[in-house]
């Protein structure tokens, strides 16, 4: 079992930053890919940012590469999300997940292949 807090979240100008942070329990944290969704009023939840097991492998959505770096320490049972240059667009709350993968290089990316969720963060980006 893993439970997952997420932090981070709040108001920011548009040109801003944030960094999201997302607080895992359990002894096994370090054998679940990790990824960041985000859900916009009135839209689907969509995938933002992925990690592997030991962090070698990421992947992002278009809409943030340049701009989001994911990362995760395994010593602190965390993931982070570092947000750049935010845009209105990228309002919404941030959902922190893990799953478990058969290889340690794996980053999924649907919301299914995911077991566990945290309970959001709303990141808000005003114009």
């Known amino acids: 079992q893993v439970q997952l807090v997420e932090s981070g979240g709040g108001l920011v100008q548009a040109g801003g930053s944030l960094r999201l942070s997302c607080a895992a329990s359990?002894?096994?944290?370090?054998?679940?890919?990790m990824g960041w969704f985000r859900q916009a009023p009135g839209k689907e939840r969509e995938f933002v940012a992925g990690?592997?097991?030991?962090?070698?492998?990421?992947s992002y959505a278009d809409s943030g590469k340049g701009r989001f770096t994911i990362s995760r320490d395994t010593a602190k049972n965390t993931v982070y999300l570092q947000m750049n240059n935010l845009k209105p667009e990228d309002t919404a709350v941030y959902y922190c997940?893990?799953?478990?993968?058969?290889?340690?290089?794996?980053?999924?990316?649907?919301?299914?292949?995911?077991?566990?969720w945290g309970q959001g963060t709303q990141v808000t980006v005003s114009s």
């Open positions: 990690i592997s097991w030991r962090g070698g492998s990421t």
């Open positions: 997940a893990a799953a478990q993968t058969r290889k340690f290089s794996l980053v999924p990316m649907m919301d299914d292949e995911y077991g566990y």
């Open positions: 359990g002894r096994t944290f370090s054998t679940y890919a």
